[in-house]
């Protein structure tokens, strides 16, 4: 296992590799309904191959969880929930090309939130890694969120989350909406190694469901 150390180009060596991003803290408005569950979110890169999950563990029992998991591979995006054995196993699979065309749509619509930076605060680090500081314009009115975004990482972070899809560079620290209230993530490390193409394959296991036999 490695981790980014001070003076390593960053970009160069996430070519293959995992972020681990913990939630730690959250903005919860008055009659909020968000729930009290520890979250984690793990990013995959193998090249122009993509993993991305999202965990969510019960707090008073975190043996009881639940992974949902986005790939993109060369055929299209597939989404799907990991689920127990006896359970079916469906995924769900959109062309890029569908993708990039639902967002074209729902932007003209204006249903597709662009977040920008407001400003560049100032320049720290984080793992080692040099980030910079800046609020995210397009959120929330009363209040700057801050975010750390590491300029010479490039992990296809906007691909998951659409929202940051045109600030360059991967947030370290990110705030994600989740129903009313924001959640706070914060990349725990970077693990380099290499990673068996099957991470970004579909299980043959998995019902695959296209997004027209959804849409009907």
């Not at 975190?62 to 054995?85: C, D, W």
């Not at 400003?119 to 209040?143: Q, W, Y």
């Amino acid at each position: 296992m490695y981790f980014f150390t001070v003076g390593v180009s960053a970009q160069s060596l996430l070519e293959e590799g995992i972020i681990y991003y913990k939630s730690d803290s959250i903005i919860n408005p008055a009659n909020s309904s968000c729930t009290p569950l520890l979250r984690e979110i793990r990013i995959y890169k193998k090249g122009n191959l993509y993993r991305a999950e999202f965990i969510k563990k019960d707090e008073k029992d975190t043996r009881l969880s639940e992974m949902e998991v986005q790939l993109i591979n060369r055929e299209g995006k597939y989404l799907f929930k990991a689920v127990h054995p006896f359970m079916d196993k469906m995924a769900l699979f959109i062309t890029l090309e569908d993708e990039k065309q639902r967002q074209a749509e729902r932007s003209i619509e204006g249903h597709l939130k662009t977040y920008k930076l407001r400003s560049i605060k100032k320049e720290e680090s984080l793992l080692a890694i040099p980030v910079k500081r800046a609020g995210l314009a397009n959120v929330i009115d009363t209040m700057d969120l801050d975010v750390l975004i590491a300029d010479k990482i490039a992990i296809g972070f906007g691909l998951f989350f659409e929202e940051y899809r045109k600030i360059a560079g991967t947030p370290l620290r990110f705030y994600d909406k989740e129903s009313d209230c924001f959640i706070r993530y914060t990349a725990t490390h970077i693990d380099l190694k290499q990673l068996p193409a099957s991470l970004f394959e579909m299980d043959s296991e998995y019902k695959i469901i296209t997004l027209d036999q959804v849409t009907k």
